[in-house]
């Protein structure tokens, strides 16, 4: 692992955010602890509503009334699960 001072990385620090994305070990010596730079996936707190408009609990009911249909349809032989032939 590369280990930099704070002073150090940020002289350059665009070129170590490269190379901690190519794989590279880049760690910051921070009040005698070293903090790792890695890529990590975001994940929005708030992605239902973002991208459907809808709050989490909103989302909660709807996902159960579904579920619950889905389920009373196929009681009736009104659907059946998608196997994935056509």
Sequence with gaps: ???????????NLGAWLK???QGE???FLVEG???ALRPVQVHSEDY????YGVAEKQAER???RVKADVHAARRAGES???????
């Design 1 to 11: 692992m590369k280990t930099l001072s704070v002073t150090e990385g940020r002289q």
């Design 25 to 27: 070990d880049v760690g």
């Design 80 to 86: 059946k699960p998608f196997t994935g032939k056509v």
């Design 48 to 51: 239902v509503l973002q991208e």
């Design 33 to 35: 602890r070293v903090v």
């Design 62 to 64: 709807a996902y159960r």
């Design 19 to 21: 190379r901690a994305l």
